[in-house]
């Protein structure tokens, strides 16, 4: 069993910068591959970004990629999600999830361990 617990979330201005992080505890940390969803209201959850195990490959979605990072330390069992040049539409609840199988990938099924989320709000 794996638990993951976000952190970092938070009110900012359009503009600004946010650092999520993801701390998980359990079995074996760095093989997991560990993604980034978000949810807005209404809205289906979208994936933003993947790491595997090893911390070399990374995945990021179209609507984010060279404003958000994603990066690991697995001395730390942390994953973190650095969000830069935040806008209104990247407001959302967002959900960390590690896969047992390792891959990478955006399908949210593919995922076995979700955690309970952290809100992020954009002002603009």
């Known amino acids: 069993q794996v638990q993951l617990v976000e952190s970092g979330g938070g009110l900012v201005q359009a503009g600004d910068s946010l650092r999520l992080s993801c701390a998980a505890s359990?079995?074996?940390?760095?093989?997991?591959?560990v993604g980034w969803f978000r949810q807005a209201p209404g809205e289906e959850r979208e994936f933003v970004a993947a790491v595997r195990g090893s911390g070399i490959s990374t995945q990021h979605a179209d609507s984010v990629k060279g404003r958000f990072t994603i990066s690991r330390d697995n001395a730390k069992n942390t994953v973190y999600l650095q969000m830069n040049s935040l806008k209104a539409e990247d407001t959302a609840v967002y959900y960390c999830?590690?896969?047992?199988?390792?891959?990478?990938?955006?399908?949210?099924?593919?995922?076995?361990?979700w955690g309970q989320g952290a809100q992020v709000t954009v002002s603009s």
């Open positions: 359990g079995r074996t940390f760095g093989s997991l591959t």
């Open positions: 999830a590690a896969d047992r199988a390792g891959i990478i990938t955006g399908n949210p099924r593919a995922y076995d361990y």
